[in-house]
Structures are given as structure tokens and as C-alpha cells.
């Protein structure tokens, strides 16, 4: 059973936005902090962006700080990602993932929750 669902991704051109959602099935999205991360081909994976439990506050890594928002939809039960400004390297699959019970670590790192869940990932591509 997928407990969690990217969609959005998309083939734009530079300079141009998408919104990804993370929809999530069996569980409370705000009873988790929530993480997008991405991942190109030879690299390795990057948090890019991720939202407290309750929706409290934000982080964002240094790459995509003033072109992505992160927010939650109670209602929806979503978690989407807002992205302006794209650039060919923002190009690589991109995922979500819920944590629950942070073993160490900052509140942010979603791979350091005792629980977490994982998305299969939506395909980002930004051509020049």
C-alpha cells in the first residue's frame, strides 16, 4: 500500500514554476514533519525543503532558499511544494517523505526519524 504520493512533476523550461504535491494515504500528514528531497542521476540525495509537525515552521537548503515554498493543506491532507524559478539543476526526481519521533539530529532531518515513510518519487526536468 503507497502511503505517500508525489505528483506535479513535470518538464518546464528555465525560469519557469511547478507545484508538487506529496498526498498521503493511512496517515496524518501534520502529525509528521515532512520533507522534500531530490535526487539526480550520480548525485546524491538533497533535502531541499521540509515542514514541521503542525505546520510551524519551515526549512529550506541554501540552493533553493527564495524560490521554493514548502506548505501544508490539512484539509487535503497534502504537502506541496511550491517551485519558481527553475533551473536545469533543480532538474532530478523529487520526494517526500513523512517522519515521526526524531532520534537526533535537527528537526528537519526527516532521515533521522525513527518512523518514516517515502514516496516513489515525480520527475522534475528544467531545460536551458
Known amino acids: 500500500t503507497q502511503v505517500l504520493v508525489e505528483s506535479g512533476g513535470d518538464s518546464v523550461q528555465t525560469g519557469g514554476s511547478l507545484i508538487l504535491s506529496c498526498a498521503a494515504s493511512?496517515?496524518?500528514?501534520?502529525?509528521?514533519?515532512i520533507g522534500w528531497f531530490r535526487q539526480a542521476p550520480g548525485k546524491e540525495r538533497e533535502e531541499v525543503a521540509a515542514i514541521s509537525i503542525g505546520a510551524a515552521t519551515t526549512y529550506y537548503a541554501d540552493s533553493v532558499k527564495g524560490r521554493f515554498i514548502v506548505s501544508q493543506d490539512d484539509a487535503k491532507n497534502t504537502v506541496d511544494l511550491q517551485m519558481n524559478n527553475l533551473q536545469p539543476e533543480d532538474s532530478a526526481m523529487y520526494y517526500c517523505a513523512a517522519g515521526r519521533a526524531l532520534t537526533g539530529g535537527r528537526w528537519y532531518e526527516i532521515e533521522r526519524y525513527k518512523t518514516q515513510y517515502w514516496g516513489q518519487g515525480t520527475q522534475v526536468t528544467v531545460s536551458a
Open positions: 493511512g496517515l496524518r500528514l501534520s502529525w509528521y514533519a
